[in-house]
């Protein structure tokens, strides 16, 4: 049996292991666009800031992938996927047969239509190790001093914090009214803006980068409000899209990211496909969607991996979560927890920069943001997953103190379990 994995993320690396706890002797060939193997892309910011070494980067070296017999082709992109043939040819030419193909090619920057753009020096998306390199090295050869960042979401802002490390002052500029306005309500995005404002970042809202000015290298943007910002850096920020263009002759069927079943199996036998750039059903409200998080990419590639060396396992669906530290502050969301209609109940706390918020719907807790106190975000997010009803302690659920201990006896130790889960057949 030839497996092979495209994609070197969590999705293709858990899988990896999923693989090798079934079948120890199959060949596996793992084939990734990027330079390195097996590192933490929510870390780069935190490389270009300089709090964490290169060393501490890696999650799964690639001499722990020799050790599992994993034949790995870096700086390689797969251009085409041949099902009929079961081949697939990358960017050199060469064809690669598979008998189980993996694609796991998470998602790739959304770069908007700017006047200008194309071309410029200065100009950079911010997703992989290699983009931090060359984010680092144009920094100290230009002595760039100020920054625009286009976008005010996680991305946007983790990498603001970067460049406000090196001593970089750094101007935000979100088209939405707030920053976070995805991910966070307004009042969570209001302390979020407060505190980075403290710290001498600029954010603009309701605004956007419709002009770059420059010859060779940027020297300033246009924003539609006709404001000019001097800049000789300008990093877009502004989301990641499903990386599956190079599938759209294949077969496979792609809404917005691939459509996968509970085993994560493409509409095409020998194919499977996990992390950002598939789809599957949100567990709260029963859509498909893409959920772009470190832990479903996690869940969906080990499922994938145990179905693709023959072991039966579902994937359930999974849930937005995204946990961050930004201006100094910990924050978590969890669920659908920014929604504006009547149809729910909400239930919030405030003192100060420490924001809680609860969602709740028909009585079971749907949603949660925890701002400066983020100790009970797992039974929260339990709550959630179990889609326990909370009516006998909902009034309990914003205590300073509340616990298991409220919680009814026979849910408890699922709620201590509070992680996304596989069922095994």
């Known amino acids: 049996m030839r497996y092979v994995i495209v994609g070197s993320g969590p999705a ?179 302390i979020i803006t407060e505190a980075l404002k403290k710290e001498g970042c600029s954010v603009i809202t309701n605004d956007t980068v419709v002009k770059v000015n420059g010859d060779d290298t940027v020297s300033s943007v246009v924003l539609k409000s006709g404001k000019e910002i001097p800049t000789k850096l300008l990093v877009i920020a502004i989301g990641v899209k499903p990386n599956v263009e190079f599938l759209k002759d294949s077969g496979i069927e792609i809404n917005r990211g691939i459509v996968v079943n509970e085993k994560m199996e493409t509409n095409v036998e020998g194919v499977y496909a996990a992390g950002d750039c598939t789809e599957f059903y949100d567990l709260i409200d029963g859509q498909r969607k893409t959920i772009a998080i470190w832990p479903v990419a996690v869940a969906q590639g080990r499922v994938a991996g145990y179905n693709m060396a023959g ?32 149809g729910y109940e909400i239930l919030t706390f405030e003192e100060g920069n420490t924001y809680k918020k609860m969602v709740l719907k028909d009585n079971r807790l749907i949603g949660a943001i925890l701002v400066n106190d983020i100790d009970r975000a797992g039974i929260y997010t339990g709550l959630i997953l179990q889609k326990l009803d909370v009516s006998s302690f909902k009034d309990r659920l914003l205590d300073e103190n509340f616990g298991l201990v409220y919680l009814p006896k026979e849910f408890r130790k699922k709620m201590l379990e509070g992680e996304i889960k596989i069922w095994l057949e």
């Open 311 to 342: 072991r039966n396992v579902r994937y359930p669906g999974g849930i937005p979560m995204n946990s961050v530290e930004l201006a100094g502050i910990p924050t978590i969301s969890v669920g659908h927890s920014n929604v504006e209609d009547d």
């Open 12 to 190: 293709g690396l858990n899988a990896i292991e999923a693989i090798r706890e079934v079948d120890k002797e199959g060949e596996i060939l793992l084939i990734t666009a990027e330079k390195y193997v097996g590192y933490s892309r929510p870390l780069i910011t935190y490389l270009l800031g300089r709090k964490v070494t290169e060393e501490k980067m890696y999650y799964r070296t690639e001499d722990y992938l020799r050790e599992m017999r994993v034949d790995i082709k870096p700086a390689t992109r797969v251009e085409k996927v041949i099902p009929e043939e079961k081949t697939v040819v990358t960017d050199s030419g060469e064809e690669i047969r598979y008998d189980k193909l993996l694609i796991a090619t998470g998602g790739k920057p959304f770069v908007p239509n700017i006047e200008g753009l194309t071309g410029k020096k200065g100009v950079f998306t911010f997703t992989t190790w290699e983009d931090e390199e060359k984010v680092e090295k144009y920094i100290e050869e230009n002595d760039v001093k100020e920054a625009v960042v286009l976008g005010g979401g996680l991305i946007g802002l983790k990498t603001t914090e970067a460049l406000m490390e090196l001593g970089v002052k750094v101007t935000i500029v979100e088209l939405a009214d707030r920053i976070l306005s995805v991910t966070f309500d307004r009042k969570a995005s209001e």
